[in-house]
């Protein structure tokens, strides 16, 4: 028996004695329900981390504005950035990813071909439909998405080929609007140093004995000290942003060169078989005169696991020296591949 299974039977049996059947299904419930099911759980840490952020910045810093670093234009702005991090949260959540459906499934398989490498026709053996290419079936949507990009458990659905724009969206108003909070949270503590008189206040140096005008620094740091709030907030606000922004730079170059999430992961592996030599491209052959031509048009791929064993009667086969030589055929350039994420094409 699989030296696995047996870990497995041995850790189920040992869960049983020790908390009981009952008890142990219940935990799978629970597990399925939050590990391997849509579940709200994160849109709403991450609605109440906002809002309490949100709360405390509002509580802590209004009293200092308008101040010497901030206008009194930053009254309509806050409100304005609140609106539209939540306005375009909503919309990211709810909007549809791009669900294939009997209706609609035609016209997918139209319009993206099989390229007989990352993407064979094949049937979805839940939905019970043909899946076209670059779609995949997600367990948690319970439903096939077309382009599927991700399935993000923070808006809890997938990120596919209608909403990916309005990720981006919701991702580059969450990096803004991250950036904007910190930068507010800074200028507070900044002008809470001159409200406070530290400007111009004088710290004896222990060393020399002389009164100095303290540093900006040791001013900042003390506000922090004294103000924490603002400060975690603050320094809340600035790592989300860096984060965020680092996810959206990655995610932006990954659809500008005609790659999704999913298939970033399948590329990754026709490269690991052109290393690997194992991988090699089916070629028509052509019967002239004297020769035998090869078509350049490739029909197919296939992988081949025992390099001992030469091909015989599989003269059409050309292994793959490199990952170069594979084209995708579904990178429509730079400004392509972004128009067809931000002007998706109707299904
Ligand atoms: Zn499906
Ligand atoms: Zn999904």
Known sequence: MNSNVLTYINTRWLLVITIGRRNLNRFGTCWTYCCESRNPFLQIFFVALSSVSIAGFLYNALPHMPGPYLHKIHFLIIPSQIISIYASYYVACTSNPGVITPDNLKKHLDYYKYDGLIYKPKTCITCKMQKPARSKHCSMCKACVG???????????????????????????????????????????????????????????????????????????????????????????????????????????????????????????????????????????????????????????????????????MKQEQKIESFEEIENIYDKGFLGNLKEVFFPPKF
């Open 147 to 313: 382009r599927s990009d991700h399935h993000c458990a923070w808006i809890n659905q997938c990120v596919g080929e209608n909403n990916q724009r309005y990720f981006f969206l919701f991702l580059y108003m969450l990096v803004e609007f991250c950036a904007y909070g910190s930068y507010l949270c800074f200028q507070v503590y900044r002008g809470m140093i001159i409200e406070w008189g530290l400007d111009k206040a004088l710290v004896l140096d222990s060393r020399t004995g002389e009164k100095a005008v303290i540093t900006f620094r040791r001013a900042f740091l003390y506000v922090l000290h004294h103000d924490r709030i603002i400060g975690a907030i603050g320094i809340l606000a600035a790592v989300v942003s860096a984060v965020v922004l680092i996810f959206l730079i990655y995610q932006l170059y990954l659809a500008s060169r005609g790659i999704t999430t999913n298939e970033a992961f399948k590329w990754e592996m026709v490269e690991e078989s052109v290393d690997r030599g194992e991988l090699y491209k089916i070629v028509p052959i052509n019967k002239t005169k004297d020769s035998l031509a090869v078509s350049t048009s490739v029909e197919s791929f296939s992988k081949r696991y025992n390099k001992k064993k030469e091909p015989v009667e």
